[in-house]
């Protein structure tokens, strides 16, 4: 027999492991991830910022929902085991999900990827698409030299820089629900991770002031991630952002890495135009749903 949906407290090691081998499989079955690193951070013992439905089967957790909080409302990660779907499952979960959510603002539902298969659910539970997540990609081949503004200088993040990068964060993405969101323990986080190196994170001063990052990330020998570029709003306009950017590609081929992805959210007109111009293409899409 299979139960209803449950919400975990604070998920123990033996749920940790049943819901990410369960997210493993889905991600063999499907060919996307359906979890991204802030859901997985969010399970691991003391994270807090979210909270965890499963629905469990004779076997096991055959379902799991991660409900994080955002600066608009709350984000539901939902993923069904492959040999459980087609049963209703994906249904009850998210039913139970809304039903302890309220309702305004609106949660959102991320689609990774965007499968068809994911398009008729949202069809059938009455959702519509919201944001579209675009991720593109790119050689590191023949990357401009970097044009940084007068009396801008780059170099590695120091931990004397933590206080100063969170502020030019948090100004820079202040429309952003997830990225303007980090805070000192998430940054502390993500900066415990194994791919984590100070010199990957790359920091723009003026006159003794930090006024812009470029956060380098490291996937393996041949693939980077343009993490994050962040420039306070004080600095827009004179060509910081472009700077940031081919430091950072820079960087990543001097390290060696062959192509780059990134993150960028499809209504930021003028950065997908910038990635565009640097030889960033779409690859594929991530669709957040929303009740219609």
Known sequence: MRYEPTFLDDPDDSH????LAMAGAAAAFDGVDPLNEAARMSLRPGAAGARHLVLSGPAGIEAYANLSATAEGTAIQLVVAPEARLTGIGTAMLEAALAALPPDPAPGIWSFGDLSAA???AAANGLRPG???LIMEAPLTGIPAPRL?????VRAFRP?????LLGVNARAFAHHPEQGAMDAADFRARTSEDW???EDLLVAERDGRLVGFHWTKRHDADLWEVYVIGVDPVAHGG???????RAGLQHMAEQ????VILYVEGDQEVAVGLYRAHGFRTIHTDVMYVPA
């Open 131 to 133: 944001r579209n997540l």
């Open 119 to 121: 398009r008729g659910f």
């Open 16 to 19: 940790r492991t049943e819901i």
């Open 160 to 164: 004397e820089d933590e206080a100063a």
């Open 239 to 245: 060509g910081l952002g472009k700077g940031l950017l």
């Open 196 to 198: 984590y190196r100070p």
């Open 256 to 259: 060696g890495a062959r192509r």
């Open 149 to 153: 503004p007068a009396e801008v200088t």
